[in-house]
Nanobody, 119 residues
Framework: QVQFVESGGGLVQPGGSLRLSCAVS????????MGWYRQAPGKQRELVAT???????TYADSVKGRFAISRDNAKNTVHLQMDSLEPEDTAVYSC?????????????WGKGTLVTVSS
C-alpha cells in the first residue's frame, strides 16, 4: 500500500514563501518521477513542477524563477520551495508520483494541501 503525507500549506501574504513537502511510504516499490500539481477554484488542475529520479526538473512558465522542486530519494520525499508568492498561486497543491512495482508502473496522488496567498 502506498501512502502520501503532504505538509506545508497555509496562508501567506503576497511576496512571502512556503515550503511544501510530500513523503511517500510503503514497501515493494521504487519511485520514478515525482511532481506537484495545483488546482485553483473554478479551474482545471495544472502542472507546477516535476522532477525525475535523476533530478531533471520541469516547471510551469508561471512559476519559473520563483519555485524550486527537489527530492530526497533515500526518504521518498519531494519538496516544493515557493518564493515570491502571488495571489494567483492560491490553489490546492497535490503531490504526484509515478511508482514502479513488480507488476508495472502506476501514477499515485496525494490528497492535497491548500495554499492561500492573500493580504
Amino acid at each position: 500500500q502506498v501512502q502520501f503525507v503532504e505538509s506545508g500549506g497555509g496562508l501567506v501574504q503576497p511576496g512571502g514563501s512556503l515550503r511544501l513537502s510530500c513523503a511517500v511510504s510503503g514497501s515493494g516499490f521504487s519511485i520514478l518521477a515525482m511532481g506537484w500539481y495545483r488546482q485553483a477554484p473554478g479551474k482545471q488542475r495544472e502542472l507546477v513542477a516535476t522532477i525525475t529520479s535523476g533530478d531533471s526538473t520541469t516547471y510551469a512558465d508561471s512559476v519559473k524563477g520563483r519555485f524550486a522542486i527537489s527530492r530526497d530519494n533515500a526518504k521518498n520525499t519531494v519538496h516544493l520551495q515557493m518564493d515570491s508568492l502571488e495571489p494567483e498561486d492560491t490553489a490546492v497543491y497535490s503531490c504526484n508520483a509515478h511508482i514502479n512495482r513488480i507488476w508495472g508502473t502506476r501514477e499515485y496522488w496525494g490528497k492535497g494541501t491548500l495554499v492561500t496567498v492573500s493580504s
